[in-house]
């Protein structure tokens, strides 16, 4: 049986205060490494978003300059020639309207990177609605178009980059098949990992 000293109760004190010291050192080293870890994270996800935005960035600027920056070079030589033509009187309504036609894709093409930039995940029913739109913008009466993406609709989702590729892809098919091909229906019939595509 230990006896109850003064001295005793002194040391007694003394080592409760040293260990709750002990303990709340313990614990606020551990809440700085925790902070610090948390921080390193936020900066670590800060600059992996700055690149990616970055990177968005320049794929953005290569689509507008490929599509949108060719488009626009053939519409400043088609306008040069045609003032050339216009000096000579020689300038015909067939050029003008080819000019028209230019302005038209480097406007369509514009559109298409406005839509797919804003979107980072694009389903198979928004693909639809924008493809809809551009086949009735374009080939109005012209062409009859159905589009069967009911199975993959809202199982699958595009990345804008996929989006936008196949986007281009199924346009330039279409605007070839109407004007090679004479076609005036066109079925596009979408399934999990497949794509057909009849006129």
């Known amino acids: 049986m230990i006896q ?73 030589s088609s306008l040069d020639n045609a003032i050339y033509l216009a000096e000579k009187q020689k300038l015909g309504i ?13 406007i369509q093409s514009l559109r298409d990177s406005i839509w797919v930039t804003h979107q980072k995940r694009i389903t198979f029913l928004d693909f639809e609605t924008r493809l809809n739109t551009y086949l009735s913008k374009s080939f109005d009466g012209l062409l009859t178009f159905t589009a069967d993406f009911k199975e993959i609709q809202n199982t699958v989702e595009l990345s804008s980059i996929q989006a936008i590729n196949l986007f281009r892809v199924l346009q330039e098919a279409i605007q070839n098949t109407v004007k090679h091909a004479s076609a005036n229906a066109i079925s596009i019939k979408a399934k999990l990992y497949s794509l057909s595509f009849t006129f």
């Open 94 to 106: 067939d050029k003008i309207e080819k000019i028209n036609e230019y302005v038209r894709e480097a």
């Open 4 to 76: 109850d000293t003064s001295w005793l109760s002194y040391k007694v004190r003394l080592l409760c205060i040293l260990f709750d010291v002990f303990v709340l050192f313990v614990g606020i080293t551990l809440q700085i490494r925790k902070l610090r870890i948390e921080k390193d994270r936020a900066a670590r996800l800060a600059l992996e978003n700055e690149i990616n935005l970055y990177k968005e960035k320049e794929r953005i600027s290569r689509d507008l300059h490929d599509s949108v920056g060719s488009q626009l070079t053939i519409v400043t």
